[in-house]
């Protein structure tokens, strides 16, 4: 409990917590203090000074900003008194001296602070016959962002964010007094991760995006909330739209998992849905061609092929890839579907980049995002997370800037945080398991001393394609070992890899954490009836099924592994030697262009439903648009073709397939659409009520050692790349990286490379030319490519690299 | 009283080569020093409160209390302030060009009071002499084991660092001065939390001095508390260098006890008003200060206590001196422009209040000001300075932006007729012959001008008062 202090705020007497600050205290006591640069998630500046009010001190009253003065017992407040309000509507007036008053044809009017604390607090006329500040406008300032300097009103939130929060520093004040401006520094663009927060928090319209602006009026859009869809941790977002048509998605300020802040990613990459290359019909192959047909004639031809196949060869004939970028509600109907309908545990959503699905959905130390906060320290042995899990980023950087969590970062090469790490050890590729010993044997004394801490969290993922995913487990395991409380935060790709799993997508897993085996089982058969009870092939076995025949019918969901998959080639010689190949997808992609069947589904913000996070967080997400053409949600397409097979599902209605859920499946006991609306908008970690049944213990395990001289490769993802949803979101995609190789400077020397001059990369898996960058932040001894990018080849997993400078 | 002379002393007995460090030597320097390194924080703390030396960077804040709410948080930090930009204010140049070493002893009384082992001297940027002396005499300081490692054969350590400022009057005020230092905009903080004391450079616990109050400390040591205490006028101990400038016959700076009058300092230390015109209006203490005028104020003693009880500030000791031919709408737009120029731009009504401020009066200098600019320009002022009083309520972070109200007092105080008499005639009053006369501005290159006796009594030189003298 904190302590309280009683003040007086306008002669009303009050308890409030000790060390807050007056505006927060007044403003929880329903006293509004109008301000313009202070921001709850920032540290204030006191700089608008529109937050003035009246202390009462030893020399008399002083006006002091109640964004940077704190509470204390005793303290007495005015905030509307005659001085109060003087200074008010002088800061007011000040403000709008210069200000362009373009609000017609501004974005944030009608929604703007500067508006809306003119009306309320300002003295209503201006006196100001002097001839206006006139700046250029507006300037881009990134890719995204654009900046009119004559609205700006100088708050110092874009920069504060930029700096405090985000960690890229890229815009700044210049000059000073009266023509003190914003801007980036010369040849440096405002190329941040997160720059669309600045467009959300600047107070008025300096700041507007690129793909929002003169779209609409903020009062004639309709405002939904639901969760960020790019990556696991599935930010709070709130998704404004007119005509069913999203314009735009801005940030909810929650404690759970985002602070308000979004990756540019999750604000602005939602143009895809609207992308004219959107399947709206049906497909089939007819004589090497696809050809749009009806629902239910193609419904028919899956359902016969499938029949067929069945009376063939059973259950083992099928394999099912996909389901991690739905609902629950779809990942369950697909689970079903695989057991009940094809009869098979062939089915996994990940796709040979992943974890253990046991160690993903079966640690009972699963960690919170909040547990970032609390931590003494964090440990990450994971992919960058400014490059993959954007959102943990901004959270771990805090937790090490703000609030002083000790960090420690494991990886191939400098990562983002690395600026805030107490403790960073750059490894060669391949090398986790020697390295993991070397700390467990007492190397790095600095590092087991951090890791033997109170309460850790432990960040685990694969950091690259030549980690052993296993190996994710045996950090686990070691620091488990040491600390005194230990959270266990597993990693994958795929926004809703956890809620799949959680709903059986794996070949070992059943609905709400159970395995695969004779009592789970049983369980189930009461409401499902009987299916196999043996666990069945991950995605690699379901591929090197089809390869040699053992499986003939793949369905794929959502999934396109010829592009997602380290070892591309795998999945493209897998389907060309499938025998039936059924694809329910949003687009043609590189794997389903010579599908049998293609079925238009639904994507995000086209259906309703629950999802889980990273931590187990189950939120609602909502439907904004009815989707093209005769596009349907996964699930209705399931049942419908189960129901012509002849072993239907008997899922009518998404809403009570999560009702089916929560009666099912053990962890979602008690989650019901109902819960999630009203009580608990930010989402509730599972189990509630239920218990999950597996409880997966990583244990230390030894690893194939691989330091070896020469280089190695690095191969990782990166925010932007040619992901099929990123291909068809134009303003993203455009800032995918390419086909790059960073090479250390002593390397590169080495090699002949020159920086923008293509290099010859070649791997067991793969080779192609990729432009060299070379920078420090790459090792010497490790070339670090980014995976799947527009242009690109894929390299594989396999480390051992040769890199030679192209002639010519 | 007796008239001394302690900070400028040196530089009067040897005008050639005082900065030197053999005559630095050869008359008692680094005796003190070489004293306060065997005495503790405390005896050196309680002297220095018991001397009663204020700072002399302006706001005339007890050094020794200042010293004792050094937050405990180790290593501290000393910044010398040598930003100097006030204008009119131009006497510390002197004290590093012609007495370094003075001020390098201070330097390491301070730290050894402090218990800083890394001293920073931030000298203005357009004072490339002064900063060629300090550093001569830093060198020399550290050549003599004076500064470096276990100075004097002790061991207390002690580095300086010079930094030369980037040219924003800004960076004078202490805190904007710590974050020019670490490389940041030369913004001032938020005090509180950001008191030097507390949460200084890198947020360590800072002392901030002024060059003129540590070049003080030999002398306090060296005559004892209580002797140097004496030379004073009631509150007001030691001496303190004013520079006087403007329309006088003898522009300079002069080293003083307090307690003579305006009178006495105008007229007779400063020789007076130049071609025996008649005194306008003075700034008693650099151009933040709010103005004098003869008909109230020059009878006035020159203390702490009755130029703030007369609503003004002895602040840095600029002296700013305007005769008859001063147009005083002019002056004030001048030095409005200066704020509005030099504002960081950080808070609002700085930033936007001084500039219209200055739009207003050039309106009205140049012959188009209105009945209602006055009054406007008067309620512009009340949003940077709620109640135009002094000291000012300030909207702002820092006293920048009220400092340029300053002048605005003064029209409307004193001169409210001369405003309106511009809006009338649609032009100034005064012609344009009042520009180039009206020039208030201290031209840095003009030929030093000693720091000369006191002169304490009546008529010895002086003129009569209130009338130009026959030359
Ligand atoms: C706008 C402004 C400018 C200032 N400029 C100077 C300066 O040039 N030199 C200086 O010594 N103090 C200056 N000060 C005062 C300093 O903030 C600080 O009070 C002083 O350096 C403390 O030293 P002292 O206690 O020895 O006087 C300025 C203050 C303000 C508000
Ligand atoms: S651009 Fe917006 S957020 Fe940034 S300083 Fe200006 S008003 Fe504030
Ligand atoms: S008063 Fe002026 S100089 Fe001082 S902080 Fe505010 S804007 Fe900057
Ligand atoms: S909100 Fe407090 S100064 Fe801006």
New binding site residues.
């Given amino acids: 409990m904190t302590e309280s202090v009683r003040m007086t705020i306008d002669g009303q007497e009050h308890d409030v917590p000790a060390g807050e600050l007056i505006i927060q205290a007044a403003q929880d006591k329903g006293t509004y203090i109008p301000r313009f640069c202070w921001h709850e998630r920032m540290n204030p500046v006191g700089m608008c000074r529109m937050c003035l009010v009246e202390v009462e001190s030893p020399r008399g009253p002083m006006l002091v900003t109640a964004c940077t003065d704190t509470v204390a017992d005793g303290m007495s407040v005015d905030t509307k008194g005659p001085t109060v309000k003087k200074a008010q509507e002088a800061i007011l007036e000040f403000l709008l001296a210069n200000h362009p008053l373009d609000c017609p044809v501004c974005d944030k009017g009608g929604e703007c602070p500067l508006q809306d604390q003119a009306m309320s607090h300002g003295p209503g006329d201006s006196r100001f016959v002097e001839i206006k500040r006139n700046y250029e406008k507006p300037i881009p300032i990134s890719d995204l962002v654009l900046l009119d300097r004559e609205r700006c009103i100088l708050c110092a939130r874009c920069t504060r964010f930029s700096d405090e929060i985000s960690g890229d520093p890229l815009i700044e004040f210049q000059e000073r007094g009266n023509v003190t401006e914003i801007n980036t520094f010369p040849d440096l663009p405002f190329s941040s991760y997160f720059s669309g927060n600045t467009v959300q928090i600047c107070p008025v319209g300096a700041l507007t995006a690129k793909p929002y602006r003169f779209r609409a009026r903020p009062w004639d859009l309709s405002r939904v909330e639901s969760s960020g869809m790019f990556d696991t941790s599935h930010p709070r977002i709130s998704i404004h739209s007119s005509q069913n048509q999203i314009l735009r998605i801005v940030g909810v300020d929650n404690d759970a998992t985002n602070h308000g802040w979004l990756s540019d990613k999750d604000r602005f990459g939602f143009e895809y849905l609207g992308s004219e290359d959107r399947l709206t019909t049906p497909l089939v192959k007819r004589g090497g061609e696809l050809v749009a047909v009806g629902w239910a004639e193609a419904l028919d031809i899956v359902a016969n092929r499938i029949d067929l196949i069945w009376e063939e060869d059973g259950g083992s004939a099928f394999g099912v890839i996909g389901g991690a970028r739905g609902t629950n509600e779809d990942a369950y109907a697909l689970s079903k579907f695989a057991r009940v309908t094809l009869g098979t545990n062939n089915v996994d959503c990940r796709m040979d980049d992943a974890l253990s699905s046991h160690f993903l959905a079966g640690s009972v130390d699963r960690a919170l995002i909040s547990d970032l906060d609390t931590a003494d320290t964090i440990l990450i042995w994971a992919a960058d997370l400014k490059e993959e899990h954007p959102n943990l980023y901004l959270r771990a950087r805090r937790a090490a800037q703000e609030l002083g969590v000790k960090l420690i970062i494991v990886h191939p090469r400098a990562t983002g945080l690395d600026d805030r790490a107490t403790h960073k050890l750059h490894y060669r590729p391949g090398g986790g398991f020697a390295l993991l010993d070397e700390i467990a044997e007492g190397v790095h004394p600095e590092i087991a001393s951090a890791l033997a801490a109170q309460k850790v969290v432990v960040i685990v993922g694969q950091t690259s394609f030549a980690d052993d995913p296993k190996l994710a487990e045996s950090v686990a395991a070691l620091v488990r070992s040491k600390a005194g409380t230990v959270r266990i935060m597993p990693l994958a790709r795929r926004a809703n890899t956890f809620g799949a799993l959680d709903m059986g997508l794996g070949p070992d897993l059943l609905p709400g954490r159970v395995s695969v085996g004779a009592i789970g089982c049983a369980s189930l058969a009461e409401s499902w009836g009987e299916f196999p009870t043996s666990p069945g092939k991950d995605t690699r076995s379901i591929l090197e099924g089809l390869d040699d025949g053992e499986i003939r019918c793949l369905l794929l969901v959502g999934a396109d592994p010829v592009n997602d998959l380290p070892i591309g080639a795998i999945a493209r010689d897998a389907l060309e030697a499938a025998e039936y190949v059924v694809s329910i997808d949003l687009f043609l992609n590189d794997s389903n262009a010579d599908a049998d069947v293609i079925l238009p589904a639904l994507g995000f913000a086209e259906k309703e439903g629950l999802v889980t996070n990273v931590e187990g967080r189950v939120q609602k997400v909502n439907a904004i648009s009815p989707g093209p053409g005769q596009a349907r949600a996964d699930w209705s397409i399931l049942a419908d073709i189960a129901d012509r097979v002849g072993r239907p599902l008997g899922l009518a209605l998404a809403e009570t397939i999560a009702k089916e859920i929560a009666e099912v499946a053990p962890a979602y006991e008690g989650v019901t659409w109902d819960l999630l609306e009203w009580d608990e908008r930010d989402g509730v970690v599972v189990p509630i009520q239920g218990s999950q049944q597996i409880n997966h213990i990583p244990v230390s395990l030894a690893g194939p050692r691989a330091p070896r001289a020469g280089l190695t490769l690095h191969v990782a993802r990166t925010l932007y790349d040619d992901g099929v949803l990123m291909r068809h979101s134009p303003s993203l995609h455009r800032l995918a990286p390419g086909p790059l190789v960073h090479l250390n400077p002593e390397d590169a020397r080495r090699l002949g490379a020159q920086g923008g001059r293509p290099m010859r990369v070649v791997t067991k898996h793969g080779e192609g030319d990729f432009a060299a960058v070379i920078d420090e932040d790459t090792p010497e001894g490790v070339v670090f490519v980014p995976f799947n990018q527009p242009g690109g080849v894929s390299l594989g997993t396999d480390p051992v690299v040769r890199v030679t400078a192209v002639s010519g | 009283m007796s008239a001394a002379l302690i900070v400028t002393r040196r530089m009067i007995d040897h005008p050639a080569d005082s900065h030197r460090i053999d005559v630095y030597e050869d008359t008692g320097g680094y005796v003190q020093a070489r004293r306060a390194v065997g005495m503790t924080r405390d005896e050196l703390v309680d002297t220095v409160k018991a001397s009663g030396l204020?700072?002399?960077?302006?706001?005339?804040?007890s050094?020794g209390l200042?010293w004792s709410f050094l937050a405990p948080a180790r290593p501290a930090y000393l910044v010398i302030?040598?930003?100097?930009?006030?204008p009119g204010?131009f006497k510390?140049r002197q004290l590093l060009e012609r007495d370094p070493h003075q001020m390098v002893e201070g330097i390491i009384i301070t730290a050894i009071a402090n218990e800083v082992h890394h001293a920073f001297i931030y000298i203005?940027g357009e004072y490339p002499k002064s900063a060629r002396r300090v550093q001569a005499a830093v060198d020399e300081a550290y050549a003599c084991g004076y500064l470096g490692s276990g100075i004097f054969g002790s061991d207390h350590d002690l580095e300086v660092t010079i930094h030369l400022g980037g040219g924003a009057?800004?960076?004078?005020?202490?805190?904007?001065?710590i974050n020019s230092l670490e490389g940041k905009r030369g913004e001032?903080r938020l005090k509180p939390p950001y008191f030097p004391a507390a949460k200084g450079l890198y947020m360590l616990p800072t002392i901030?001095?002024?060059?003129?109050?540590?070049s003080n400390l030999p002398h306090i040591l060296d005559m004892g508390a209580e002797e140097y205490g004496k030379v004073a006028h009631e509150t007001d101990t030691g001496t303190f260098l004013f520079s006087v400038s403007g329309h006088v016959n003898g522009p300079g700076n002069y080293e003083l006890a307090h307690g003579i009058t305006w009178r006495e300092l105008i007229y007779e230390v400063a020789g007076g008003i130049r071609d025996d015109r008649k005194l306008k209006a003075w700034i008693p203490g650099g151009a933040?200060a709010p103005w004098f005028v003869p008909a109230q104020h020059l009878d006035l003693e020159i203390t702490k206590e009755a130029t703030e009880g007369a609503g003004s500030m002895l602040g840095?000791g600029a002296v700013i001196v305007m005769d008859e031919t001063t147009c005083t709408v002019r002056a004030a737009e001048r030095l409005v422009r200066f704020f509005a120029h030099?504002s960081c731009g950080q808070c609002t009504p700085c930033r936007e209040g001084t500039t219209w401020m200055e739009m207003i009066l050039r309106r009205i200098e140049e012959g188009q000001g209105r009945e209602v600019d006055l009054d406007l320009l008067l309620d512009v002022s009340d949003g940077i300075s709620i109640g135009l009083a002094w000291p000012p309520k300030m909207t702002t972070i820092?006293?920048?932006g009220p400092?340029a109200v300053s002048p605005v007092i003064a029209l409307r105080d004193y001169f409210r007729d001369e405003v309106m008499e511009h809006v009338r005639l649609g032009r100034c009053p005064l012609g344009t012959a009042a520009r180039g006369a009206s020039n208030s501005e201290t031209d840095i290159d003009r030929p030093e001008v000693l720091a000369v006796e006191t002169r304490r009594e009546r008529g010895s030189g002086g003129r009569p008062p209130g009338e130009g003298s026959p030359a």
């Fill in positions: 204020l700072g002399r960077g302006g706001a005339a804040f050094a200042k302030n040598a930003d100097e930009s006030e204010t510390d203005r009057y800004i960076c004078g005020e202490e805190t904007a001065l001032p901030v001095n002024n060059v003129e109050t540590v933040s840095s030099e820092c006293p920048l400092s």
